[in-house]
């Protein structure tokens, strides 16, 4: 759901994080066996056809089980990994487990499922398997990506918190820490409505934050402290960088002339864990409203095993774990004005 020049404009980002220092900066590497293909990488493909028209894949349990969002009922529902509906979970409105927005949305280890709701600042918690509404988690800032540590507290990501963009909540909605400031505040408004960056858990020794501006990966364990810094030796298309926001732009327009700067650049905007040892990050390629997907495939000792692979069918990556990645091919719209059923495309990571 989202970093670089040299190493100097590195430490010039990270003024959340004064204990910094050049020893925990790992520069990325090629390793021996790199991958020009998507289909060398990914060689295991399965394609899925959910029947279910104008609707929006949300988030998978541990049994493959669906949630999906249904544009026309405004609804989110469960469907078995053979597609059958299993059952309506919540709907839109402004009763007791109904929601405006629902984003984002996320599984624990148990499969309990937690709906963010956007507009209200609330996390509602549908305990497994049954899924019924059983109380909701109130909190004083917008989310943009979420993840839970292992006591159960809520690691938040958003550009519109100002001045800290990552916070931990416990159960009760308390701020138990808050970190990252932005050194380009124009920026990060901007951005904020476009592309907004991620993070991404590593089950059990903490989450990577990717930021949109330029390409550096954060690895923080679940306390907030820093643990170190994924950089690119040099910047180059897909380890991109982005200058500061333009002094005579306005961060809350949009014109022709915000496109034409905001599409030189590619993007990082979202990073997902697999196998717990690799990271993905997927990057933008912006065309105004629209755009092009490509990763980067890393491991934790920073080689990089692909760089700058599109993303098959037109499409954006949706959900990631352990050897799989899920992509959803872009929406057409029919003469009619229908959306298509939404398809999935499922692959399994070839590395070992």
């Not at 109904?98 to 209200?120: M, R």
């Amino acid at each position: 759901s989202r970093i670089l020049l040299i190493f100097s404009f590195v430490l010039i980002s990270i003024e959340c994080s004064p204990k910094y220092k050049e020893k925990n900066v790992i520069y990325f590497e090629d390793s021996a066996k790199s991958f020009s293909k998507w289909d060398e990488l990914f060689k295991e493909h399965e394609k899925i056809e959910l029947n279910f028209p104008l609707s929006y894949f949300l988030t998978l349990n541990s049994k493959g089980d669906y949630f999906l969002y249904s544009r026309k009922e405004e609804k989110i529902f469960q469907v078995d990994r053979k597609g059958n509906f299993v059952r309506v979970i919540a709907k839109k409105g402004e009763g007791p487990g109904e929601f405006q927005i629902a984003w984002p949305v996320l599984c624990d280890k148990d499969d309990n499922l937690y709906i963010h709701d956007l507009p209200k600042r609330s996390i509602k918690f549908y305990p497994s398997p049954d899924y019924r509404y059983f109380k909701e988690f109130r909190l004083k800032s917008h989310i943009a990506d979420i993840i839970l540590d292992r006591e159960g507290n809520f690691i938040t990501f958003s550009l519109y918190n100002t001045p800290y963009i990552l916070k931990k909540y416990n159960r009760n909605g308390k701020i138990l820490k808050e970190t990252y400031k932005c050194k380009d505040e124009t920026l990060r408004a901007f951005m904020a409505r476009f592309n907004v960056g991620g993070i991404g858990d590593l089950k059990g020794k903490g989450f990577l934050l990717v930021y949109p501006d330029k390409y550096s990966v954060y690895f923080y364990n679940y306390n907030l402290d820093m643990q170190r810094v994924y950089s690119p030796k040099k910047f180059s298309k897909f380890y991109p960088f982005t200058p500061d926001f333009p002094a005579n732009f306005s961060p809350y327009e949009f014109s022709s002339e915000h496109s034409n700067w905001w599409d030189k650049f590619l993007h990082p905007c979202d990073i997902y864990s697999l196998k717990d040892k690799y990271f993905m990050v997927v990057l933008l390629e912006s065309r105004g409203f629209e755009g092009k997907y490509y990763i980067n495939l890393h491991d934790l000792n920073g080689l990089t095993y692909a760089r700058g692979l599109e993303v098959p069918y037109n499409g954006r990556i949706v959900f990631a774990k352990g050897d799989y990645v899920y992509v959803s091919e872009e929406e057409t719209i029919e003469i009619k004005e229908e959306m298509n059923s939404l398809k999935l495309h499922k692959y399994k990571l070839y590395l070992r």
